[in-house]
């Protein structure tokens, strides 16, 4: 069970950013562990725990980073200082009466957007829990189709070369067979 979570990826949700301002802290908390839990029930990843990240955050991170650690180049630092292997950033943004959440699976090696999902909401918490659903299953959806594509590459590059090794194999063989007929006496 647990040799199935060497192969997960590292994973740690990050607060979510507020740039509507209309948000209490606690929404955001309660959204931000609300995605986190859809990610940890998906069985996809290892999702790092919050008490570890504020852990983190506390001691790695300079004092006054501590209060806000929204932008990105500070995720991924913190992100870095737990060894994930990817982040998730989500922020909150608002257009007329419309909100949008936006999330975005970071690679750390990369320092690149791997994945991204966006989903429109009302305002209201249960449209944002709904929102948080369908964001989560896109994650899921599209970071499968990547990981799938890449161990595919990567099976069939292990096939080229286990086929390549079988084939100077048999060549390998072949030639000492020869040099041991070539060398074969026979005795009268």
């Known amino acids: 069970?647990?040799?199935?979570?060497?192969?997960?990826?590292?994973?740690?949700?990050?607060?979510?950013?507020?740039?509507?301002?209309?948000?209490s802290k606690q929404v955001l908390s309660d959204a931000t562990e609300y995605l986190r839990g859809a990610l940890i029930s998906a069985n996809k990843?290892?999702?790092?725990?919050?008490?570890?990240?504020?852990?983190?955050?506390?001691?790695?991170?300079?004092?006054?980073?501590?209060?806000?650690?929204n932008d990105k180049n500070c995720q991924i630092q913190l992100g870095q200082a737990l060894s994930?292997?990817?982040?998730?950033?989500?922020?909150i943004t608002r257009l007329?009466?419309?909100?949008?959440?936006?999330s975005e699976l970071i690679d750390l090696a990369k320092e690149a957007t791997v994945v991204g999902a966006?989903?429109?909401?009302?305002?209201?918490?249960?449209?944002?829990?709904?929102?948080?659903d369908n964001i989560a299953e896109k994650v899921i959806a599209a970071y499968e189709s990547i990981y799938n594509s890449s161990d595919n590459s990567r099976r069939d590059n292990y096939e080229r070369e286990e086929n390549n090794n079988y084939s100077n194999t048999n060549n390998y063989s072949n030639s000492?067979?020869?040099?041991s007929n070539n060398n074969y006496q026979p005795v009268n």
């Open 84 to 91: 994930a292997d990817t982040i998730l950033r989500t922020t």
């Open 96 to 102: 007329g009466q419309t909100f949008v959440i936006a």
């Open 1 to 23: 069970l647990f040799a199935e979570d060497d192969d997960k990826l590292r994973l740690a949700v990050m607060e979510f950013e507020d740039r509507s301002g209309t948000l």
């Open 118 to 132: 966006r989903e429109k909401y009302d305002g209201t918490e249960n449209s944002m829990s709904e929102a948080l």
């Open 176 to 179: 000492n067979s020869y040099s």
């Open 45 to 69: 990843y290892t999702v790092i725990a919050t008490e570890r990240q504020n852990q983190a955050m506390i001691k790695d991170m300079k004092k006054e980073s501590y209060k806000e650690c």
